[in-house]
């Protein structure tokens, strides 16, 4: 039965293979301009902020997958992987929250209103995250009813 359910879940993980490789690029982009072209050292600001751009354009990429394919029949086929996107996107966040936190902890001086309001817009906006991650199951789904669901 084992067996069974960790086959599933590698046919699974194959057929979102092309996220998952297009969600490394992203973030293989990023880290290759930090890193490489503007020759930045590696420190976790500059890690953050590879984790950081890259969730933006995963989760965007995540969002636009739905209506891009109704407008170019080519890329519905790749409406299955939103979810996908989705979720690594929401992953990177959470890294960015993680590593984001100990260093505003640390800053030294005064926080300034900009500071606090972008703070306050970024917690709102992670927790919506959460809350998409969290309801993104299937038990989910049925429990809310797919119209409701989506």
């Known amino acids: ?61 995540s969002f636009a997958l739905g209506p891009l394919g109704h407008f170019f029949r080519p890329l519905m086929r790749f409406e299955g992987h939103r979810k996908t996107f989705g979720l690594i996107g929401f992953g990177l966040a959470a890294l960015h929250v993680a590593l984001v936190v100990p260093m505003l902890i640390q800053k030294p001086g005064e926080g300034t209103l900009a500071l606090a309001a972008s703070v ?8 919506i995250f959460i809350l998409m991650a969290l309801t993104s199951t299937a038990k989910w789904v049925q429990t809310l009813g797919y119209d409701n669901w989506k």
Not at 4 to 19: D, E, H, K, Y
Not at 23 to 38: K, Q
Not at 120 to 127: G, L, N
């Open 1 to 61: 039965m084992k067996s069974i359910l960790f086959n599933i879940a590698l046919l699974q993980s194959m057929r979102n293979l092309s996220a998952y490789l297009v969600s490394l690029l992203v973030l293989a982009a990023f880290a290759w301009y930090y890193f490489i072209v503007r020759a930045m050292p590696v420190s976790v600001q500059m890690v953050n902020a590879t984790v950081a751009f890259s969730s933006v354009i995963i989760i965007g990429l």
């Open 120 to 127: 306050a817009v970024a917690a709102v906006a992670f927790m």
